[in-house]
């Protein structure tokens, strides 16, 4: 019970500004309820909703909302769907996570960062964000101040790239799917990636959250890679007095996406009632936007410039780097 009241000030707090943000939306319909969401919420965080209390309630909106609106995802698509990515689809976003890791994670060795350091920034641009960080993390022993700094970077990156790239792919591109290719194949965590879509449109949310989705499937490979990259240095740094223990055995993927992956199959052999599909469509938009007006809420402008400039430099390469990567491989994959 004491739980629950902690959650519901930030919790209320997030579906007020979802539902504030769909009414304005109704005089602004070319900016959407999402932009407006996100948007709202990063000037009312910022500004009269600073207090700690908010804090949990926020939190829970922010991954647990998004993360059904994800698993609802699932009864609107099919593989059918899937497909329209083709295998050009699939080969831009190996290509993609690829380069991005041996540039970023050789770009941080050049700039004096630690070999930990560098493969979480990699493996947080290249795979889904936060999550990816606090899955490497601890394959490769890093510190908890090595993942909260890379953690704060990354967030910062994706927050810029989030404004950023609706601007680019529409001002360079035309078709649906390589402007979601842009954003999904680009963007660091699942909610800047929805986020920045919905300042496009509608059709780019979908195929951009797909395109992040197959990111995030291959986040199995990228752990189990940076392991055994980091082994060695693991077993030299090892002494008489650590002791190893057992590590919580964890589902190979994060548990909306293999939801999203069930509902997707069967939606795909069993083609769901219209009216299932409607009622999950709806209830996901509102999981989305509140989501999204969680996000805004707890962006903390004020943290990202406790970081040192040597840290920015390193993220503002990152961005640009990960963009010319995205506008390379779409051009060579005719996407």
């Not at 009241?5 to 005089?27: D, E, M, Y």
């Not at 899937?82 to 190996?94: V, W």
């Not at 927050?159 to 360079?172: G, R, S, Y």
């Not at 961005?319 to 996407?335: D, E, K, N, P």
Request: proline share 3%; aromatic share 10%; charged share 15%.
């Amino acid at each position: 019970m004491e739980k629950t009241k902690k959650i519901i000030p930030g919790l209320a707090l997030s579906f007020i500004v979802a539902g504030i943000s769909k009414i304005i939306a109704i005089w602004l319909p070319t900016i959407g309820a999402a932009t407006i969401a996100i948007l709202l919420g990063i000037l009312l965080g910022n500004t009269f909703f600073k207090q700690p209390f908010l804090g949990k309630g926020t939190k829970l909106a922010e991954s647990l909302l998004l993360e059904l609106s994800i698993v609802l995802l699932g009864t609107t698509v099919t593989f059918q769907t899937i497909a329209h990515m083709g295998f050009n689809g699939i080969g831009f976003i190996i290509l993609q996570m690829t380069g991005t890791i041996l540039a970023v994670y050789w770009l941080g060795k050049k700039m004096a960062f630690s070999k930990k350091m560098s493969l979480l920034m990699a493996g947080g641009n290249a795979v889904c964000g936060s999550s990816a960080i606090g899955a490497i993390a601890p394959e490769i022993d890093a510190t908890d101040e090595e993942k909260g700094q890379i953690i704060t970077l990354v967030n910062l990156l994706g927050t810029v790239l989030m404004l950023l790239l609706p601007f680019i792919a529409t001002n360079i591109y035309s078709d649906v799917l390589t402007k979601s290719a842009l954003i999904g194949g680009t963007l660091q965590s699942v909610g800047q990636v929805v986020a920045s879509a919905s300042m496009v449109s509608p059709e780019v949310v979908e195929y951009a959250t797909l395109f992040k989705i197959m990111r995030i499937i291959f986040l199995v490979v990228v752990v189990f890679a940076f392991s055994k990259f980091t082994e060695k240095d693991r077993v030299l740094a090892s002494t008489s007095e650590q002791i190893e223990t057992k590590k919580e055995k964890k589902l190979p993927l994060p548990w909306y996406i293999i939801g999203f992956l069930l509902f997707c199959t069967i939606n795909s052999i069993v083609t769901l009632p219209e009216s299932i599909s409607a009622v999950a469509h709806q209830v996901s938009g509102w999981f989305e936007i509140t989501a999204l007006a969680a996000i805004g809420l707890r962006l903390d402008f004020a943290k990202f410039f406790k970081e040192g400039i040597r840290f920015l430099i390193y993220a503002l390469l990152v961005g640009v780097i990960q963009i010319i990567l995205a506008v390379i491989l779409i051009q060579l994959f005719h996407i």
